[in-house]
């Protein structure tokens, strides 16, 4: 991974049932969101973009932005979370069940990817988990994913290819 940087958050929004989370805090959470984000960078080696054995189901890679954590406003769409835990600098939110509120999905890639996720969890009767972290370096989301991985991604249901979360 490049040098941290305090003005990066990394965030995933996955789906997730309600009792996994329950097993886990945000640090916890976090380091499979790693573990994922390495999955990812390797999958043009390992044919896989989806980390074995993680229970949670990414929507999309993990991103990256610099905007601020993404938490606020995963909260001012959907609500107070049924679930959330923080181990600084991590923190984590889940709603399980999904709330039924609409919101528009248009604008920032937040608001799409929750979009997404809300509508997958509702057809599978999951909840959607957003875990986020500082001090990650942006430069990786500026580099493109290769064409192979771009396929993994797709035929795994990711509904971006690329990391930038902003």
């Not at 984590?92 to 996720?117: K, T």
């Amino acid at each position: 991974m490049a040098a941290p940087s305090s003005d990066t958050f990394a965030y995933w929004v996955v789906l997730c049932e309600a009792e996994v989370v329950r097993h886990y805090d945000a640090g916890g959470i976090t380091s499979a969101m790693s573990y994922q984000f390495d999955w990812e960078e390797q999958a043009d080696r390992t044919g896989r973009v989806r980390a074995p054995s993680i229970e949670f189901r990414p929507v999309a890679p993990v991103q990256l932005t610099r905007e601020g954590s993404p938490l606020p406003e995963a909260v001012e769409l959907l609500g107070e979370p049924t679930w959330h835990s923080v181990v600084a600098p991590a923190a984590a939110h889940s709603w399980n069940p999904v709330p039924h509120n609409v919101f528009q999905h248009e604008g920032r890639r937040l608001r799409r990817l929750l979009a997404v996720a809300i509508m997958r969890a509702r057809e599978r009767g999951l909840g959607v988990l957003v875990a986020a972290k500082p001090g990650w370096g942006y430069d990786l989301a500026e580099r493109p994913f290769s064409a192979g991985t771009c396929r993994l991604m797709a035929s795994a249901g990711f509904a971006v290819l690329d990391r930038l979360g902003d």
